[in-house]
């Protein structure tokens, strides 16, 4: 058997629980030893980047170096079998695992570490990213969809980046002058406009009331985008991508992400929720969104798909036939879904359908994706509508 070349990348190497301890400890250093959350905030992209091409790099080259021969199946690193030990564990485990793990997390810095702040949600939203795409490459759903060799990746990225950071600064830019015209303020702590929120209530059940109206909320925005015509290009960047897997989660558009803002956030803070409950909706949708959009073959019980927002509910959302995509709009549970009659039960036909849009009008490059909202009608009038033939 032919060894695999000596590279650079020798952590790659190393058992996946041992890699994610090493990130862990690598950030914790990195903020305990730099302040500014902008700095984080670029070391945390910046890291994406070295982990995503350093495991492209020893993924691509040991395949060509080191195959394994098993009876008929060639079995490489780069497209593991989900029917590996390792693959079985991460098939069974696997989303329980990302999932509340996740949400732990998220819940620990909270409730222990003073509270959920953009910087810990940023950690440890990062290292969720990590994890699930160390699943992807170990128990791949569908080989076509790895991320590794995804040529959209750094457009994704740029996605990822400019509609978290700038996506509901943008929203609440519009959204200022218009209440400050009302006589009214979004500042924190000034923005009870109706003052009914139940501030009396406990925490715990604040931050699920917060959450619950706020998905509630997002379901309309969500499914209005899809319905409504001139809706649909804030949300269309998101749905573009021809595949499925963790960092197509972020794939946003910045105009969508503010509209989330207004059309989700501002009804909470004027009824008198605090500002940083909004931070939890971000982190529950986060929580099943990573594992929803995962390229990773996740055996989930079939009960759990009608309350969860699980991979297999949402890979339904993202089909390309119209017909079957506008359906599950939920990003956390189904239950706005059932209680509207969008929601559809995933079935094992699901696996072979294709992802994406037939008509996509824009060209593949980051510019005309982030200023979609406003290229739609140039490119829409000069682009010749495909269909399914045209795509088989």
């Given amino acids: 058997m032919a060894e695999p070349p000596r590279t650079m990348f020798g952590f790659l190497l190393l058992p996946m629980a041992v890699q994610v301890v090493l990130i862990f400890a690598a950030f914790a250093a990195f903020v305990y030893f730099v302040e500014s959350e902008q700095y984080v905030a670029a070391g945390v992209i910046v890291g994406l980047f070295i982990y995503y091409f350093a495991v492209r790099h020893a993924a691509t080259s040991t395949a060509r170096h080191r195959t394994i021969n098993r009876g008929r199946v060639e079995h490489t690193v780069a497209n593991r079998p989900p029917h590996s030990h390792m693959g079985k564990m991460i098939a069974k485990f696997g989303w329980p695992l990302l999932t509340i793990g996740t949400g732990t997390a998220y819940l620990s810095a909270e409730f222990y570490a003073g509270g959920l702040t953009p910087l810990s949600f940023l950690i440890i939203t990062s290292v969720a990213v990590v994890v699930s795409m160390a699943f992807e490459l170990l128990a791949p759903y569908r080989a076509e969809w790895s991320p590794w060799g995804d040529r959209s990746f750094l457009r994704d990225l740029g996605h990822t980046a400019t509609s978290t950071f700038l996506g509901e600064r943008l929203g609440l830019l519009l959204a200022t002058p218009f209440f400050a015209w009302l006589g009214y303020s979004l500042a924190p702590g000034d923005a009870a406009w109706i003052g009914i929120w139940p501030t009396t209530w406990p925490l715990a059940a604040q931050l699920a009331l917060a959450v619950f109206l706020a998905e509630g909320l997002d379901y ?173």
Avoid: C
């Avoid at 985008?225 to 963790?246: G, I, K, M």
């Fill in 220 to 392: 309309w925005r969500h499914r209005l985008e899809h319905e409504v015509p001139f809706l649909w290009p804030l949300h269309f960047v998101h749905h573009s991508a021809d595949r499925l897997n963790t960092i197509k989660s972020s794939r946003n558009n910045v105009a969508d992400m503010a509209a989330r803002f207004l059309f989700s956030y501002v009804p909470l803070l004027l009824a008198g929720a605090p500002p940083e409950f909004i931070l939890w909706h971000g982190a529950a949708v986060t929580m099943f969104g990573i594992a929803a959009h995962s390229n990773s073959d996740f055996r989930i019980p079939a009960f759990m798909h009608r309350w969860v927002v699980t991979p297999q509910v949402h890979r339904i959302h993202h089909m390309a036939d119209p017909v079957k995509g506008n359906s599950n709009y939920a990003n956390i549970t189904p239950v706005y879904d059932r209680l509207f009659g969008t929601f559809v039960m995933p079935t094992p036909a699901d696996r072979h359908q294709p992802v994406g849009v037939f008509d996509n009008p824009l060209p593949t490059n980051f510019v005309a994706e982030g200023f979609a909202p406003l290229l739609w009608p140039f490119y829409r009038r000069h682009k010749q509508p495909e269909t399914v033939e045209d795509r088989s």
